[in-house]
């Protein structure tokens, strides 16, 4: 027995061809969009808890510079780790010329406490670790967990080419799907 195939120039097939071409552009340009505009990533580890937790899958934008910069983004970026680059998920504090001055968990923008992250976890930690500007092309960036964060308090202000994006929406797991705001 032969298996009815598609042909297109046969009247009765031709009915699909609309609706299947209209299926294969929009697939291709939700396809296209996500991975041309956007990266997956997936978080790995507590520095960013509450707002993300270990295992959370979090969509990023493909650019990230200092004109569209604002205190309280969350961005990817590259931080040397006894050194060695490691990528992580942190919270801009400070944008270039912005004075900071940190003690212990707790830091202070341009002489005022800093409400970038919304609820920070802050640990009895009191070291002081300096005052001062941030330069030109470098962003100063904390995790919210501040107890367990590697983050500008360690390793200085980072520069702005070493963020690979800005976190825009956890994409996964189901029941924590939401938009970062």
Do not use: C
């Not at 493909?62 to 569209?68: G, I, M, T, W």
């Not at 904390?142 to 976190?167: C, E, I, Q």
């Amino acid at each position: 027995m032969v298996t009815p195939r598609f042909i297109p120039w046969r009247e009765s097939d031709r009915r699909y061809l609309a609706p299947m071409l209209v299926l294969a552009l929009a697939l291709g340009l939700l396809f296209g969009t996500l991975y041309v505009v956007f990266r997956f990533v997936q978080v790995d580890g507590d520095s960013m808890l509450p707002v993300l937790r270990d295992g959370d899958r979090v969509l990023l934008t493909r650019s990230y510079d200092l004109e569209v910069a604002r205190r309280g983004d969350i961005v990817s970026l590259t931080v040397p780790d006894r050194g060695r680059p490691v990528t992580a998920l942190k919270r801009v504090i400070a944008l270039p010329g912005d004075e900071v001055s940190a003690t212990g968990d707790s830091v202070a923008v341009n002489g005022a406490p800093s409400t970038a992250a919304p609820d920070p976890i802050v640990g009895p930690d009191q070291r002081v670790y300096g005052t001062g500007t941030i330069p030109e092309g470098h962003l100063f960036v904390l995790g919210d967990n501040r107890p367990v964060s590697l983050d500008s308090r360690f390793v200085g202000p980072l520069p702005v080419t070493a963020v690979r994006g800005k976190a825009v929406a956890i994409i996964w797991p189901p029941s924590r799907i939401r938009l970062i705001d």
